[in-house]
């Protein structure tokens, strides 16, 4: 298995990254936070414009075609550079629940991923893995699960009730509606699935963009580490900080490379797709959350306060963590996939494609 | 009018530049590499004269080993139409990559060579000025901004007393500064546009040029670490602290 991106890829991250690097500054998000929807219409346009929601559009709909593999280094500088907004649900989960929409509603398919491409459209997905939806009330579609069916629907046909989440970015909506014939795109049987890849999908999005935020902390902690002095030195030169940040770059180098297993895992729809993603959330679940623990540790405890930019990050990467399944679920997939009587396991079934 | 324009592969501008522990230059092992910025400016500029219709045809060139194509794709995604690449694996001096650069605007003629107005590797900030001078034609160094009317360029230069205004008939050279423009952020899509746009392999010896003998590294040394200031109370003492120096 080749695990290296190729230049493509890589020039895709790089290009994500100059943008991310000058349009997602600290200062910008805390703006974005202050105002009612949390969102800025202006950025999603300069996203849509640098071609990231029209990534995994195919050619047909004037998409670039591409797939889970292209997106994931994306998605770990999305996180790193934590943008409000919900480019994850909507550009990578729910273009992928459209694509596979069957022919039959070829339609809806070419509408959305057509206005998806031109920026025109907000996903919001509603799964009762989450009891919450992401940007339900400012979505232009919703994607709801109701006994495994797939319904669309739009905000103003549901009640939608906001809930306050730790990360001052996020919009959580309780959504209540009513499942009707007009509401159901595709029955149970067609649609169990879709679903089952979309969370395996949105568990592998949301543990790239755990990795990147990971990053971003131990930067950030670095960077203080570097400035902050006592006893005329810098505290980075001391052990007891070093160590705490080492601790996290190895947690970081262990954690990247099984989110890209699972990402090659979901592009080719791998036999052990469920356990290498949840291998994935649990593995950058944990080097965030050490991320966050020691940057906290690492700002002599300022890094929980408002003014410290490192709190932004931390509470994406809290909210993340439990975000389309939290480490109990996904430790009961990787136990059923190892404790399984015929269960591959061992050096020479790790790598198989 | 074609532009043609020059990349070098540096190394990137966020990367914290290591020493080799023998002195030997810098350690490049893993290390990030970019585009020149001063390039890019470069690059930006020839892209938006052709958006205004100035230009017709955009040329990237860059002279280095094969992983330099890199670069050239980027050029081609920020707009460039093609590129030439001139495959050298072994170090060029700002001599030699003058005379390249000299036989690829002989074989291209262009009304304009577009370049950054140094590389931030060596920070020479000849090459330009070189290649100017070998093929005889005017050259407009450190552009802040650039007009083109018919074959005249007016460029305003930043220069040590200010600005100065030159105008300069074409084809010239003319080295980018850093308020020339800002370039734009690479889109996905031109990326994947830039896979399709041709680029053309040559060689010194294809252009008949012979490297220039000339420089020799003979050590590579990181500069030394910044002292501590001091903090004077009155002016006698600064004055006493710079005579101290040997500053006045």
């Known amino acids: 298995m080749d695990f290296t991106f190729d230049a493509q890829q890589n020039q895709f991250r790089d290009a994500v990254r100059s943008f991310l690097v000058v349009e997602a500054a600290p200062e910008r998000l805390r703006e974005y936070w202050e105002t009612p ?135 959580l909506y309780e959504v209540e509606w009513t499942p009707s014939d007009e509401t159901r795109v595709l029955t149970a049987d067609q649609a169990a699935p879709i679903w089952a890849e979309a969370v395996d999908r949105a568990a592998l999005a949301a543990a790239a963009q755990l990795v990147g935020l990971a990053q971003c ?11 902050r002095k006592q006893f005329g030195k810098p505290v980075g030169s001391f052990q007891a900080i070093k160590h705490h940040l080492a601790n996290v770059a190895v947690q970081i180098e262990f954690a990247a490379p099984v989110v890209y297993r699972a990402a090659d895992a979901v592009a080719n729809n ?40 490192l709190q932004m990050y931390m509470k994406r990467a809290w909210a993340l963590d439990a975000y389309w399944g939290d480490s109990v679920f996904h430790k009961a997939r990787v136990a059923e996939f190892i404790f399984a009587d015929d269960a591959p396991l061992g050096p020479g079934e790790t790598f198989t494609a | ?61 860059t002279i280095g080993g094969d992983k330099a194509e890199e670069q ?65 034609i005017p050259q407009a160094t450190f552009a802040g901004e650039l007009k083109i009317d018919g074959n005249k360029a007016t460029v305003v230069r930043e220069v040590d007393a200010g600005l100065e205004t030159i105008e300069v008939d074409l084809p010239a050279v003319v080295t980018a500064d850093l308020r020339l423009n800002e370039p734009r952020y690479l889109k996905l899509p031109d990326i994947m546009k830039a896979k399709r746009k041709p680029v053309e392999t040559v060689s010194m010896a294809d252009l008949g040029v012979e490297a220039a003998p000339g420089l020799t590294v003979t050590k590579t040394s990181p500069p030394p670490a910044r002292a501590a200031g001091i903090k004077v109370k009155t002016v006698d003492e600064l004055v006493a602290a710079l005579k101290d120096k040997g500053l006045v």
């Open chain 2, 1 to 61: 009018m074609k532009v043609l324009v020059s990349v070098k592969r540096v190394v990137d501008y966020n990367v914290r530049i290591q020493v080799k522990g023998d002195g030997s230059g810098v350690n490049l092992d893993g290390v990030k590499m970019s585009m020149n910025p001063f390039d890019e400016i470069a690059m930006e500029e020839a892209v938006r004269l052709k958006e205004a219709g100035t230009a017709e045809e955009v040329i990237a060139v």
């Open chain 1, 37 to 171: 929807t949390g969102r800025s219409a202006e950025m999603r346009k300069k996203i849509t414009d640098q071609g990231i929601t029209s990534l995994s559009v195919p050619e047909a709909y004037g998409g670039l075609g591409m797939g889970d593999v292209d997106w994931v280094q994306i998605l770990e500088q999305v996180g790193y550079h934590g943008i409000p907004d919900s480019l994850a649900e909507a550009a990578y989960l729910g273009v992928a629940i459209l694509n596979a929409l069957p022919d039959e509603h070829e339609a809806i398919k070419k509408k959305w991923l057509e206005r998806m491409v031109a920026g025109q459209a907000r996903l919001a997905i509603g799964h009762p893995i989450n009891p919450l939806v992401h940007d339900a009330e400012i979505a232009d579609l919703i994607l709801l699960w109701h006994n495994d069916e797939l319904h669309a629907t739009t905000p103003d046909k549901v009640k939608t009730t906001q809930r306050d989440s730790i990360d001052a970015s996020r919009r």
């Open chain 2, 72 to 136: 050239l794709r980027s050029a081609l995604a920020f707009g460039a139409d093609r590129a030439i690449h001139v495959k050298v694996n072994e170090e060029v001096s700002p001599l030699t990559a003058a005379r390249i650069l000299k036989a690829v605007f002989e074989k291209e003629q262009p009304g304009l060579f577009l370049m950054g107005k140094q590389a931030i590797d060596d920070d020479n900030n000849q090459t330009g000025q070189m290649t100017s001078a070998l093929l005889g």
């Open chain 1, 270 to 309: 791998h036999p052990r797709r469920a356990a290498l993603v949840s291998h994935a959330k649990l593995a950058t679940g944990r080097a965030a959350r050490l991320s966050a623990r020691n940057g906290i540790q690492s700002h002599g405890a300022m890094g929980y306060t408002w003014e410290a930019d």
């Open chain 1, 217 to 227: 902390m131990l930067d950030l902690s670095i960077d203080y580490a570097a400035q």
